[in-house]
């Protein structure tokens, strides 16, 4: 739960700075804001749905994030959860974050079949008849692991981000 609350410590503070009240500054026409870490969070062993929790607390929901790392299950991210969020007028965003901070070309070449099967995993997940943000590789900036090479030197990164949305596109329209 830290990142969850480091998240909503740090909205919470950007609220206290801002000049606006709360609802002006949230409001529709000015931005879309939202908090998020993970749909679910079980509290004294009783399950709580985090975006109606954020609702309840006052907080801005237009949008929640959902980080989803290697090894990611879809009932973390079911799709009647993904349309209860809709339903409630908030955009799910989906961070796919499979590399997490160890990313380098040697390692999108050598674990490109994983991420591919990984995406399509999560393609079929997001396709409902709302709209869903995906987040491709948060990432991409990091620092390589010591003796590969950063994607961000590697020209090649533009052929697999291309790739990795074909994969929504087929599968998600």
Same mark, same amino acid.
């Given at each position: 739960?830290?990142?969850?609350?480091?998240g909503v410590?740090?909205?919470?503070?950007?609220?206290?700075?801002?000049?606006?009240?709360?609802?002006?500054?949230?409001?529709?026409?000015?931005?879309?804001?939202?908090?998020?870490?993970?749909?679910?969070?079980?509290?004294?062993?009783?399950p709580?749905?985090?975006p109606?929790?954020?609702?309840?607390?006052?907080?801005?929901?237009?949008l929640f994030?959902i980080?989803?790392?290697?090894?990611? &299950? !879809?009932? *973390?991210?079911?799709?009647?959860?993904?349309?209860?969020?809709?339903? /409630?007028?908030?955009? $799910? +965003?989906? =961070?796919?974050?499979?590399?997490?901070?160890?990313?380098?070309?040697?390692?999108?070449?050598?674990? &490109? !079949?994983? *991420?591919?099967?990984?995406?399509?995993?999560?393609?079929?997940?997001? /396709?409902?008849?709302? $709209? +869903?943000? =995906?987040?491709?590789?948060?990432?991409?900036?990091?620092?390589p692991?010591?003796?590969e090479?950063?994607?961000?030197? *590697?020209?090649?990164?533009?052929?697999?981000?291309?790739?990795?949305? /074909?994969?929504?596109?087929?599968?998600?329209?």
């Amino acid at each position: 739960m830290k990142r969850t609350r480091a998240g909503v410590l740090t909205l919470l503070l950007a609220v206290g700075c801002a000049s606006a009240t709360p609802a002006e500054f949230f409001a529709p026409e000015r931005l879309l804001a939202g908090v998020g870490d993970r749909l679910w969070w079980h509290e004294s062993g009783e399950p709580v749905f985090l975006p109606e929790q954020a609702r309840r607390l006052g907080l801005p929901t237009d949008l929640f994030e959902i980080w989803l790392p290697r090894g990611w &299950r !879809e009932t *973390w991210i079911p799709q009647r959860d993904l349309r209860r969020l809709s339903r /409630a007028g908030t955009i $799910p +965003v989906v =961070v796919e974050y499979f590399f997490r901070d160890g990313i380098s070309r040697e390692r999108v070449v050598r674990e &490109r !079949e994983a *991420w591919h099967r990984s995406l399509r995993r999560l393609a079929d997940v997001v /396709a409902i008849d709302a $709209p +869903v943000l =995906v987040v491709l590789v948060p990432e991409f900036n990091d620092e390589p692991p010591h003796g590969e090479t950063a994607i961000t030197d *590697w020209a090649g990164f533009s052929n697999e981000i291309a790739s990795a949305l /074909a994969i929504f596109r087929e599968r998600a329209p």
